[in-house]
């Protein structure tokens, strides 16, 4: 089964590395569409932005360019959602992410996309899997775009709230409307307890991943997924809101699966293998331990092409060998009746003498 699974694991890198030009291209493309889907569909105010025409094109520009000409088409669209149904609205976003941007985001641009696919996979109940896999493939740095994700997300569903809030665009509905979005950002502890669990499940990942023992990263994948499990067991009973365990439970358990999935396509290791090396330089004594990895070559297939027109050409010469060899046997079997003739006229000849 194991080999099975390494045979697969080959085959599709293998897949992945010789058509890498066109497969991230069409998968960058599959991703900006549904995210700019999934954001039309939670706050499409603006229809001219729903438009499959619009949605396409987006995702087409965004197939083609860097991640962060992604985030700024899917902040625009964002923007221009709210911008339709208010004014007031989409300038209070603009400076919450202006803000967000000087303080924490330009210190990590690589990690553009958990800032997206956070919010984004709340939406399916499964963002957990973006702290784990921060954790094992980044480092405690990856705590600041996490937690821009979750504040864009808590953002978004008091900007839905807020938009049935206005009536006028006077100063004090101004205010008031500002008022009201701040407090709630500030004051909502489930966005705040979100945080932490998201940094603590990030810290505890990416410190046992850097373990000495065997099975590591697999370790750390569960240790991830059970310090979210405890953490938002902790949280959803001190909000009491205990009807969001069973779904976050269950949505650990997913996402685990999910990291642990991509982690085994990543990279496998042979720890039965693992030797331990000594040497120095000027300055240090060093112990290594080298771990081999896992890869698996997929056997090649040599098939063996018969040229038809030798085959045709065998075939005339065994047919005519075999021509040949009836034509002897004739021409034996005509020898022998002329020497049997050749005796009977000579007996006949001796018995007239």
Do not use: W
């Not at 493939?137 to 049935?164: D, E, M, N, R, W």
């Not at 410190?207 to 059970?226: H, I, N």
């Not at 120095?280 to 004594?285: C, I, K, T």
């Not at 081999?292 to 997929?298: E, G, L, R, V």
């Amino acid at each position: 089964m194991m080999m099975t699974l390494l045979e697969f694991r080959a085959k599709l890198r293998g897949l992945y590395q010789k058509y890498e030009l066109y497969i991230n291209p069409v998968l960058k493309f599959i991703v900006s569409f549904i995210v700019f889907q999934l954001i039309n569909s939670a706050i499409g105010y603006d229809e001219r932005l729903t438009k499959l025409p619009v949605v396409l094109l987006l995702a087409f520009i965004s197939a083609f360019t860097p991640s962060a000409v992604f985030l700024m088409v899917a902040a625009t669209i964002s923007f221009g959602h709210v911008f339709y149904i208010s004014k007031i609205l989409s300038f209070i976003i603009v400076i919450i992410m202006l803000i967000m941007y000087l303080l924490f985001l330009r210190f990590t641009p690589k990690l553009g996309y958990a800032i997206v696919a956070i919010p984004i996979l709340f939406l399916f109940r499964v963002p957990y899997v973006v702290p784990i896999l921060l954790g094992l493939f980044s480092s405690p740095i990856a705590i600041l775009p996490a937690s821009c994700g979750v504040i864009i997300y808590y953002l978004f569903q008091i900007i839905k709230v807020a938009t049935t809030l206005q009536t006028d665009v006077s100063i004090e509905d101004t205010l008031q409307l500002y008022t009201y979005v701040a407090n709630n950002l500030i004051t909502n502890k489930q966005m705040l307890l979100t945080i932490g669990v998201f940094a603590l499940v990030i810290l505890v990942t990416y410190f046992v991943k850097r373990m000495k023992y065997d099975y590591a990263r697999e370790m750390a994948v569960a240790s991830g997924a059970l310090t979210c499990i405890l953490g938002f067991l902790i949280s959803n009973l001190s909000l009491d809101i205990s009807n969001q365990i069973g779904p976050m439970i269950l949505g650990t358990l997913l996402s685990a699966i999910l990291a642990a999935v991509i982690q085994f396509f990543h990279i496998v290791l042979d720890y039965s293998g693992a030797e331990f090396v000594q040497f120095e330089d000027e300055d240090y004594y060093y112990y290594v331990k080298a771990v081999p990895k896992i890869n698996i070559t997929t056997p090649e297939i040599n098939v063996k092409r018969i040229n038809p027109q030798k085959t045709s050409g065998i075939r005339e010469n065994l047919t005519g060998n075999r021509y040949k060899e009836v034509l002897n046997d004739e021409d034996d079997e005509n020898e022998e009746e002329y020497e049997e003739y050749e005796n009977y006229t000579i007996k006949n000849r001796d018995k007239d003498n």
